[in-house]
């Protein structure tokens, strides 16, 4: 299972960091991403980074978020800086979990709230 946590309130400018944990009994992760959704709108993706190391971000976040993961934790994080009010939503965690060499599933962990007060 992934189990999310970090989310909180904080002031526009502000910083949090979230972190994604997986356990449970499988042979490894692969790529993992961090997604937000808000009230009535949909789900996007934030950041993700692979089994390598090779990130990829929304452009809204670029240069203020970073994703990072520590595989020996099986744990990734989200450093969120100079966040904004329209960062304000729940945030998940998605990850491609092989159970063997061969056999994946994606899980998606538990939203966390994420309040930025203008």
């Known amino acids: 299972q992934l189990q999310a946590s970090g989310g909180g309130l904080v002031q526009a400018g502000g910083s949090l960091r979230l972190s994604c944990a997986a356990s449970g009994g499988f042979f490894s992760i692969g790529t993992v991403g961090w997604y937000r959704q808000a009230p009535g709108k949909q789900r996007e993706l934030v950041a993700a980074?692979?089994?390598?190391?090779?990130?990829n971000y929304a452009d809204s976040v670029k240069g203020r978020f970073t994703i990072s993961r520590n595989n020996a934790k099986n744990t990734v994080y989200l450093q969120m800086n100079s966040l904004k009010p329209e960062d304000t939503s729940v945030y998940l965690c998605n990850a491609e979990v092989w159970m063997t060499t061969v056999n994946s599933l994606q899980v998606w962990g538990q939203g966390t709230q994420v309040t930025v007060s203008s």
């Open positions: 980074v692979t089994n390598a190391g090779r990130t």
